[in-house]
């Protein structure tokens, strides 16, 4: 899946590619998420990999996407996390074909769907790289994560009315945020779908790669963008963001302020602020 491999990118090593292809494996055998390293080793990369399928997210997919995103958050080492299907699929959906015989009371009472969301919980940020599909459950996860890379020709869509049925996976709610609620009823009800270019205006994706760009390689750098600063402020910064996702404006300006003066506890802002006024690059000690 990963067409491109470049001096950003290198397989995780032996030992621990051989650990992830237990856990990752489907009853074929298939890897389906097959994780790489930044050459840094600082940025995880998770690439989905049904590409027969265009990635649709079937439960081993989202199992596999699930344990590896537990272990990039547990390493000490990796300081992002990239999802992405390669260059040239992100994923078109929740997989119709293991959907379509169930019953409201199994969905129901196993919850079907509900552990997609575990990336939510992550608290290390994750980049999205977008390239062909992301439809459905692959449009929600896309905006799960923190910061969205794009190509222009990527198709964006919540085609789930087409099937009967509606998003679930978040689709409403987190495009509804996104884009404005006339703009996601187009989409929900109609099943429009639209392209990078109008996905970027809209403000569902951050950055579009220009002409020959590689979208992982693109989603990769703005990770070892982000790898580069102190730990402390990156994870406090993406609370505080997420923050005004989920609370009234009075309480997330108070998170804000809380987290903003606790990081003057740290060695970091100390660090920071003198590397400033001594005209030198910081040394991050992330603590
Ligand atoms: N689930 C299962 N299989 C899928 C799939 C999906 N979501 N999307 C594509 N595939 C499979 C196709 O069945 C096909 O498999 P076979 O070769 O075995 O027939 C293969 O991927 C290639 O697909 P197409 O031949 O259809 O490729 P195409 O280029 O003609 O069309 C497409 C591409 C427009 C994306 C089309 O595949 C499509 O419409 N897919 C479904 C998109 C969709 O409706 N997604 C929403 C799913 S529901 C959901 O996600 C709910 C939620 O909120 C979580």
């Known amino acids: ?94 997989d119709i074909k293991e959907m379509k015989d169930k019953e409201f009371a199994e969905a129901y009472t196993t919850n079907f769907l509900g552990s997609w969301s575990k990336i939510a919980s992550i608290r290390k940020p994750i980049i999205g790289a977008v390239a062909g599909y992301a439809l459905g459950g692959g449009c929600e996860l896309a905006m799960m994560c923190d910061i969205l890379v794009a190509t222009p020709k990527a198709t964006f869509g919540q085609p789930e009315i087409t099937l009967g049925i509606i998003p679930g996976m978040g689709g409403s709610q987190r495009l509804t945020t996104l884009i404005g609620k006339v703009k996601a009823m187009d989409m929900v009800l109609t099943g429009r779908k639209i392209d990078g270019v109008t996905a970027e205006k809209w403000g569902l994706v951050s950055r579009l790669t220009g002409e020959g760009e590689s979208v992982v390689e693109e989603a990769v750098k703005v990770a070892e963008t982000i790898a580069g600063f102190g730990k402390v402020a990156v994870q406090a910064g993406k609370e505080a963001v997420n923050g005004s996702l989920d609370l009234p404006l009075e309480q997330g300006l108070r998170l804000e302020r809380r987290l903003f003066q606790q990081l003057f506890a740290t060695q970091d802002q100390k660090e920071g602020m003198a590397a400033f006024a001594e005209k030198r690059k910081p040394t991050w000690s992330d603590k």
């Open 1 to 94: 899946m990963l067409s491109r491999t470049s001096t950003l990118l290198r397989p995780a090593t032996a030992s621990f590619a051989r650990v992830q292809l237990r856990a990752m494996s489907s009853t074929s055998g298939e890897q389906l998420v097959v994780p790489t390293r930044s050459s840094s080793n600082k940025v995880s990369i998770l690439t989905l990999n049904r590409p027969k399928a265009l990635n649709a997210l079937s439960t081993p997919l989202f199992q596999a996407l699930n344990a590896e995103l537990e272990k990039a958050e547990a390493d000490d080492e990796v300081r992002a996390i990239v999802i992405t299907g390669g260059e040239k699929n992100f994923a078109a959906g929740a």
